[in-house]
């Protein structure tokens, strides 16, 4: 039975086929050899045999069009790839067939906006295909639909009468009736009338109209026997246009009521499913017994029997068959006694689980890659409620170690952690790619994490790198104990040996100290004598590429009173193993002197003309100059007293250019009063330290703590920068500047600084210590590390600071610019709360210069300078 309606917009569809471009014709079955069979009838049959409609040009006019099944049993079960195709460009492609159940289908036509005014008439092609392809067709495919079509000019007012939906409809004998459907009418101008077709079923809320209206339809099954009823709605109008829209009505016997028509359940594979309840009834209110059964493993029901009206429970097990991520379907089967079965359709959306980690990458071995005893911890989370399922990681390098490589996760979460093993790694950055994997039912799912090891070069590192002995009547100092240091943390420390190249030189080792012995017993008087420790790593993962120099000064005599230098000086640099002194006088040659006889050993030349600022090394290896005509830094061998390299500087230096080594991590750098910091392995420049001011420069022992103090006239800015090298990246600098970054001091004028502690193992460098001589006040500043606060004063009389020093033994020098009355240089105990003794260093009323009070690398000589060029022998003593 065929039923047609036009409408201008699209009725909302229950679209059940796909729409396929199908191509070609023919018949069902497909090709093949043997006798041909006899056509089949055709598989649809449309009423009215003609589709009639009115369209505006300019507009597309959609119109639904129902057809029967001639054969319901020849598409029971199957797939259908349903279309409708127009040759002739009356309809759109987007036209489609949609198959409302296995006795009827409807198709939505779009007419073509493009068509001209004029009457289109021919024949539609419906197509019923095995495959989306239309390669196979079913029996009784392709159907003709012959149409009418009236294009009427673009702007007319069209008469139409379009449905809110399909005017079809299903009611179960006794049951409530369908529910009404609104039929808009479009008629502009226009009166109308609407009748339906004799057919007592069918209830409108109006005959006739006049304009634009709505009529509501409505269906009474009341008093019905069971079967298909149908009719025709035509609604007319009086310029003679009719609209003809089918209605069709199906009386059901008396059968099972569910609660729902289909059930889906969405769900995270692996994670508990809500069940869900269905009701069930008979639609006359009568009890009967029922039975139901599932097809499908994973879905159950309970209680599988009983009476109406009752409730039932659907359960979903996932675990069941291991079900992977993806849509399954199946069927409860409701079987009530006496009335049809009923089967409802059950979908099951498992969308997969997701396994997340608290971090997408791991750093161990810290930002310098020094630090190993922590591990780094890391959390797997599944998102699948309570519920465990088992996950293992993969990947794990050979310098990593992880509490757990598998186990059971849910949404809790599991946590692992991380462990370096950096003797099983190279120096340097290594990365990993370590991937965790959880087997949720069938699915299998993962995630990668970033493993990186920071692995700095392990080094044994000793507190000090050059040692001064001494053996005079009445002073001496023949033994020595240094402290070694693993830069990966005391816990790592594997133990040592040391060994000694001199007979008389003998090296002890006790845990981490190494205690030195010198016996000169054997040795010539007034002689300079010098060895080289070398110590070893026990541990095979740890080097320590640093020696350490010795010096020994056998004197006949120890030094009594000052001895002061024939020649004038500007500049001094003392030697912190042998018992030397370099000085120049701003000229092109440097000159040694032995600090405890006095006397000018030998002359070190091949420099331009003007020299400046001097510094030794940590271990007394190398003197570094300041070569200011041409714009350099010169390097003097000490042990061979010549020039062996030569670093040129982007800018010339200057006499206010000030030079520093320090050695950060056991690495030896040259560090400038502007900043720029040079590597003196190879004098490449690694970068510039954030010092602000420039001026004099003093660092910790280790090397860590840079403290740098203006030298204006104005206030004294002191600035602090931590400094680290690590061998990461092919070597990597770490500067930072401390807080506060910059500290104005009451003082003006600023001369000289010193710095006294290490930044390491006491990271609030509340034993480090910053000493400041400025002019004003009259006093040495004694400040902490921490903040550059002020912790004290050490009063020289009436001289205006110049120079501090502090001696390995802890006494406190602060020498000033003072008048002939005062003395120059007061010494302080390591306290700094008494003076121990004063020094005089002049008569004539002659100054001390600015940074030049030098102490030997015992402590107990000074080599100080006037501003006449008088160079000061001076004995400290023990």
Known sequence: ????????????????????????????GGSGGGTTAPPASPALTFSPATVTATANAGTSLTINVMAAVARPSDFSGATVFASVADTNGVILPGSSVVRDSDSQYHAVLLTSPTLAANNYKGSFSVRLCRDSACASQFPGSPVALPYDITVAPAGANPFTAVPAMPLTASAQAGGAAPAAVTVAIGATGRSWTASNGGAAWLK???????????????????????????????????????????????????????????????????????????????????????????????????????????????????????????????????TPQGLPVRSLPVTLNLSPATLST?????????????????????????????????????????WATVTATAGTVNAAG???????????????????????????????????????????????????????????????????????????????????TASSDQSWLVVGVSNDKLILTADPSQLLSDTVNTATITVSASDPDASAPEVIRVALWKGSAAPSAQVKASLPYTNVAADPARPYAYLHNGGAVIDVYNVFTGAKEASITGFSAHLGDMAVTPNGDTLYVVDIDNARLTAVNLATR??????????????????????????????????QLFLTSTFQRIGVLPLTSGGALAASSDGKRVVQQGEASGT???????????????????????????????????????????????????????????????SCVVMNATDLGILGYLAIGDAAPNNIKVAQDGRIFCGGAAKSTNNDIYMYDSTGARVLQQYKLSTTGKQLLPRQMVLSGEGWMMTAITDDGVVTFLPIGP
């Not at 890659?369 to 519920?387: K, P, V, Y």
């Not at 390299?645 to 502007?674: F, H, W, Y």
């Not at 800015?717 to 104005?744: E, I």
């Not at 509340?766 to 004003?776: F, H, I, L």
Request: with cysteine; glycine share 10%; hydrophobic share 40%.
């Open 204 to 334: 409108l809320s109006a005959t006739s109209g006049t304009g634009d209206s709505s009529l509501s339809v409505s269906y009474d099954a009341t008093g019905l026997a069971q079967g298909q009823y149908s009719t025709n709605l035509t609604i007319s109008s009086n310029d003679n246009q009719v609209v003809t829209l089918p209605v069709a009505l199906t009386v059901l016997p008396p059968g099972l009521v569910l609660g729902n028509n289909s059930v889906t359940f969405n769900a995270i594979n692996g994670a508990a499913i809500p069940t869900q309840i269905v009701s069930l009834d008979t639609d006359n209110k009568i009890t009967t017994n029922w039975t139901a059964s599932s097809d499908a493993p994973w879905l159950a029901v309970s209680p599988p029997a009983g009476a109406t009206p009752a409730t039932t429970v659907l359960t979903v097990d996932s675990t069941i068959g291991t079900l992977a991520s993806g849509t399954y379907r199946g069927n409860i089967t409701i």
């Open 642 to 675: 010549s020039i062996s390299k030569q670093l040129i500087l982007a800018a010339p230096g200057t006499q206010a250019t000030r030079v520093k080594l320090i050695r950060p991590n056991g690495v030896e750098m040259l560090l400038l009063s502007d900043g």
């Open 1 to 28: 039975m065929l039923r047609l309606w036009p409408a201008h917009a699209a009725v909302p569809l229950f679209i059940a086929a796909l729409l396929a471009g199908c191509g070609g014709g023919g018949g069902g």
């Open 716 to 778: 004294v800015q002191h600035t602090s920068v931590s400094v680290d090298y690590a061998a990461l990246s092919g070597g990597t600098l770490f500067a930072a500047k401390q807080t506060p970054a910059s500290h104005n001091s009451p003082s003006t004028q600023g001369q000289d600084l010193w710095v006294t502690g290490t930044s390491e193992p006491d990271d609030n460098l509340k034993n480090m210590r910053v000493y400041s001589a400025a002019a004003t006040p009259k």
């Open 414 to 496: 599991a946590t692992v952690t991380f462990k370096a093993k950096p003797a099983n790694a190279l120096t340097g950055i290594t990365p990993a790619l370590i991937t965790a994997t959880a087997k949720v039912n069938g699915d299998v799912i993962s995630n990668a994490v970033l493993v990186s090891l920071n692995k700095d070069q392990h080094k044994l590192i000793p507190a000090e790198t050059a040692v001064a002995f001494v053996s005079m009547p009445g002073w001496s100092r023949l033994t020595r104990t240094i402290t070694v240091s693993d830069n990966y943390g005391a816990s790592s420390f594997g133990g040592m």
């Open 358 to 398: 608290s971090l997408t990458s791991v750093t161990l071995g810290g930002t310098l890659g020094r630090s190993f005893s922590a591990g780094q911890n890391f959390t797997l989370g599944l998102n699948t409620g309570t519920i465990n399922w088992p996950w293992q990681l993969t990947g794990v390098p050979g």
